[in-house]
């Protein structure tokens, strides 16, 4: 079936792009993007989930990576990205040394009004400010008019099927692929109700060999997280949050069998909601990407 979607963008020998969710770390993504580019490298399809399904729609719809480089850090400096950040006002009543996203979210819901929201609803954030970022981002356009085929991971809420949408509104699609459960609600498509992919697929390294065809290699990125070994959890939320670190590191190491080629940045201790060094973590992608290619063009040159 998959195959079949492909047919229309099929080269002869090429490959398939599997971008990663880590949030502020899927920055990487930019920087493998270029290097590709510079090798005259294009995919013949992009498999991404959570931050890796935004950067991989917005190269699908457009594939030109200093135009994406310029149109993410444009966005980062602007009032709509303002908007998705959960406010946190004081730190004082919890002791937090890990800086982990549990711990960060943790902080936001003690803040008054969040609190209460958070005691009360599913989510402290308002998913309709993530969908519209979305389509913005992606030109409001379908997966029918990308340029490079696309596929994004989700997972639906509550079954925790994991789903990989390929037809419909890119946007609604991506925005499902990041919505963070307890940050935002689950995002409505087609009757179901879906949330961040990498929940289930954080490197999609299994569902690009999926839509592969016979001999065709995955490459795939991780920009995974891991626990960091020199900061230990100070409390409960900060045990649960290294225990679910260690759990996706070890779900990444399965994944990551179905990669012919893995590309990993090195951006495992950078927060997932940091985005203030964007030039650090796309030249962490340049420098991994580059490290890979003479890997990457012995395999596709077969």
């Known amino acids: 079936m998959f195959a079949n ?3 229309r963008f099929r080269k002869s020998d090429d490959f398939i792009l599997a971008l990663g969710g880590g949030g502020g770390r899927g920055l990487a993504h930019l920087g493998v993007l270029e290097v590709l580019e510079e090798h005259k490298l294009t995919p013949s399809a992009i498999v991404g989930s959570s931050i890796g399904a935004l950067f991989g729609a917005m190269y699908a719809i457009n594939p030109d990576a200093k135009k994406l480089r310029s149109d993410v850090e444009e966005f980062l400096e602007s009032d709509a990205f303002a908007e998705l950040k959960v406010p946190i006002l004081d730190d004082t009543d919890i002791e937090v040394s890990d800086e982990s996203w549990l711990s960060w979210l943790a902080n936001a819901a003690r803040q008054s009004i969040l609190y209460t929201r958070a005691a009360t609803d599913i989510a402290i954030a308002d998913v309709n400010v993530l969908i519209h970022m979305s389509d913005q981002l992606c030109s ?5 008019e990308t340029k490079i085929p696309l596929y994004i991971t989700s997972v639906e809420f509550p079954t925790g099927d994991c789903h990989l949408f390929s037809k419909g509104e890119i946007g609604r699609a991506v925005a499902a692929s990041m919505s963070v ?7 409505e498509i087609d009757g179901g109700r879906y949330v961040d992919g990498g929940l289930a697929s954080e490197l999609p390294a299994r569902e690009a060999k999926m839509i592969a ?11 995974g997280a891991r626990p960091h070994p020199g900061k230990e959890p100070t409390h409960v939320i900060g045990m649960i949050d290294w225990a679910t670190r260690v759990k996706a590191l070890y779900l990444r190491q399965y994944e990551k069998g179905y990669a012919d080629v893995l590309v990993e940045p090195l951006v495992g201790f950078t927060q997932w909601h940091d985005f203030s060094n964007p030039d650090q973590e796309i030249n962490r992608g340049r420098d991994a990407a580059l490290e890979k290619m003479p890997e990457l063009l012995k395999l596709i040159s077969r």
């Open 140 to 144: 409001g356009k379908s997966f029918s």
């Open 5 to 7: 979607l492909i047919g």
């Open 213 to 223: 065809r016979m001999g065709q290699p995955v490459v795939a990125v991780n920009v």
């Open 181 to 187: 459960p307890g940050v935002f609600d689950p995002v």
